[in-house]
């Protein structure tokens, strides 16, 4: 009885979502009257559902013919109360808004003796930029925040605001450039104790159970408003979508709720209240309509982790930073296709007048780093950017790629940082390319002796054709 009770009950909340035309349905019980063919008497559905898992077999009989399971005009379901705000109500206290004091670096003419003479200046302006993020997780020292990788990057400074308007600093704990995700930090000692006890951490949804058709609710910063709702379905699974910079991201949840710029970084939620996706993009198109993205939380799970693990990055002054001592370059997206070399900061010499703690750990020139404590590293601008949250004398684990037999494999080194000189500065190595070039050629001999000695190391040929060609294409990166 009370499985077949359960079987009509799980088809009457199906017909009403099927009825309805948004998620999250309450039945409005003491309101709604059914009339039974055979008897005249009106009964709430409160009273039939009693007297059904009564083993009244009469009112399990009513059940059946209710015509919420039988109807198929919305006339039939108009006593469904459409209403999500009990959900919105318990994850509203596990939102953020964040503001990112965004730094823009751009190459230009001042004048024309400048344009004249084709000496570009450097330029940076901050720009102010809204987001969101959900809590995850608190520790002893830090309450973790889970967001996208474009909502932080480039950031000078960043605020996040709680569900009671308080706003704190946070820092950068781990990125993923890759799957667009972010963790940032705010330590508890900055949260007046009201806020900490209004705020509250979200349940991660890990289970591969979404289906097309599920109700979902998204909560986020849109427009730097503060926190809204919207609310819709799972349009489809594992969507593509390119990106700005030219890649792609994939895997994505397509869903129809909007999704509008400061929604990065927010919430999906299934009809349980539970995190199942980080909202990360709208189709921008007038052509479009209700078609947003959301990064499915089951399927980076271990990345949040990861991230949330991550040594939390506060700058160290610049006189205290430490120095691998290495010359980089960026292998882009377009230049590792053509060349077959993994995307990341390629070595193309090291300081030999001040020591290089990476060569000292064993790394060779035209070695690819591609992470840094496990974050990611896309290009040379990233490996200065990660570097500079170290001190000298501390010990940092690179991750790397090396040509070894016609193929590239993956090593680690644990390097411990050098001083960093004090006339050296993270900018590019040289104005020219004939500088980049007489440089790299400086310690040419001395490092294709070194490599041409390993014979997994690809050959002395090989290490000149590469040093030759980014030489001749891109400027270095002094670290």
Known sequence: MKKALGIIIGAIAFGAIAGGTMVGINVAANNTILA?????????????????????????????????????????????????????????????????????????????????????????????????????????????????????????????????????????????????????????????????????????????????????IAIGNAMGYGQSVTVGYISALDRTIKTEDGGAESGLIQVDAAINPGNSGGALLNMEGELIGINVAKMASSEVDSIGYSIPVYKVTDTIESLSNAKTKVEIPEDEQGALGVVVTTVSEEQSQLLGIPKGAIIMDFDEDNGSAAEDAGLYKNDVITKIDGQTIRSADDLVDQVKYYKSGETLTITYQRLENGEYTEHTADVTLRDKPATEESSAASDTEESTQDESGSSEGQNNERQSGNSQNGGASSDEELQELFGELFGGYRQ
Do not use: C, W
Not at 40 to 51: D, G, H, Y
Not at 75 to 91: F, G, K, M, W, Y
Not at 101 to 120: A, E, H, I, K, L
Not at 145 to 156: Q, R, W
């Open 36 to 216: 039974d063919n055979s008897d005249s008497e009106n009964k709430s559905l409160s009273e039939i559902l009693e007297e059904a898992e009564g083993g009244d077999e009469e009112a399990v009989e009513e059940l059946k013919n209710s015509p919420l399971l039988t109807a198929t005009s919305s006339e039939a379901l108009t006593a469904q109360v459409l209403d999500v705000s009990h959900i919105v109500e318990n994850a509203m206290p596990q939102m953020v808004s964040i503001t990112n004091t965004m730094v823009y670096t751009t190459r230009g003419y001042n004048n024309f003796f400048d344009y004249f003479y084709n000496m570009p200046q450097e330029q940076q302006y901050e720009v102010p930029a809204s987001g969101s993020g959900v809590i995850i997780e608190k520790t002893d020292d830090e309450l973790l925040i889970v967001t996208n990788n474009h909502v932080v990057k480039d950031s000078s400074e960043l605020d996040v605001t709680f569900v009671d308007n308080e706003t704190v600093k946070a820092e950068i704990k781990g990125t993923d450039p890759d799957l667009d995700l972010a963790v940032i930090a705010v330590k508890l000692s900055d949260i007046p104790s009201d806020t900490l006890d209004a705020i509250k951490t979200a349940t991660l949804h890990t289970e591969d159970d979404l289906k097309p058709g599920q109700g979902v």
